[in-house]
């Protein structure tokens, strides 16, 4: 079955690590992968475009089937091989509406995240205002802080109740990502113990981001 699987990818993605994670998660070894350079804008390359016109990173395909949205080809891996590897949808109605909740909310906190990281990069010098730089770190600090109560609540170290779910698929590398960009995990101690306590699963190790084992993180966070 993985071999009817192409993965085209990007290190340090948390999209593209998502959809790893699921693959492990549903012992779906073995696919055709190939890490791309978003740097060398490997992304825009043929290869990519002929798979995901956006050209955008992941461009998942199985078989005739191209899932090229990252939520969408966790969904569809949890779905089509139910019965393999991890179970990643709750039985208990309470836990499947916090898995679904907690795992839409995550593109807020991804959006949130990246208005702050990337700000320089998506707006042009000459409309960088203080303002929104300030205005875009208290929305990402109070999304934060929101995190921060939804894990002081849960009894685990899971997002959805007592067992690994698709919200941890889905939510985990947005915040191993924030913590890559320096968020004080002693400001934030519930989603630093999460992190920690997620980041040696077998499947989230074996998808580690190879880049960040080559270099240091950054520090755009640290004051939040």
Not at 39 to 44: A, L, P, Q, R, V
Not at 117 to 137: L, Q
Request: hydrophobic share 35%; aromatic share 12%.
């Amino acid at each position: 079955m993985a071999k009817e699987m192409t993965l085209l990818w990007g290190s340090g993605s948390p999209p593209c690590w998502r959809v790893m994670i699921a693959l492990e998660e549903k012992n779906l070894q073995g696919y055709k992968q190939k890490m791309l350079s978003f740097e060398k804008m490997e992304h825009k390359s043929e290869e990519v475009m002929k798979m995901n016109p956006r050209g955008q990173l992941p461009a998942f395909k199985h078989g005739e089937y191209v899932l090229n949205e990252s939520y969408a080809a966790c969904l569809y891996l949890e779905n089509q091989f139910k019965s393999q590897g991890s179970k990643l949808t709750p039985e208990c109605p309470a836990e499947l509406a916090m898995m679904y909740q907690r795992s839409f909310e995550g593109l807020t906190l991804a959006q949130k995240m990246a208005d702050v990281i990337y700000y320089n990069w998506k707006v042009p010098e000459g409309e960088r205002h203080d303002s929104a730089v300030k205005r875009n770190r208290e929305a990402l600090s109070a999304e934060l802080k929101l995190w921060e109560g939804y894990l002081q609540k849960c009894s685990g170290c899971f997002l959805a109740g007592k067992c690994f779910t698709m919200a941890d698929v889905i939510v985990f590398p947005t915040i191993a990502y924030i913590f890559r960009f320096g968020l004080s995990e002693e400001r934030y101690p519930k989603l630093a113990a999460y992190y920690n306590c997620l980041k040696d699963r077998p499947s989230i190790k074996k998808s580690w981001p190879p880049t960040w084992q080559e270099s240091q993180g950054q520090d755009t966070l640290k004051d939040l």
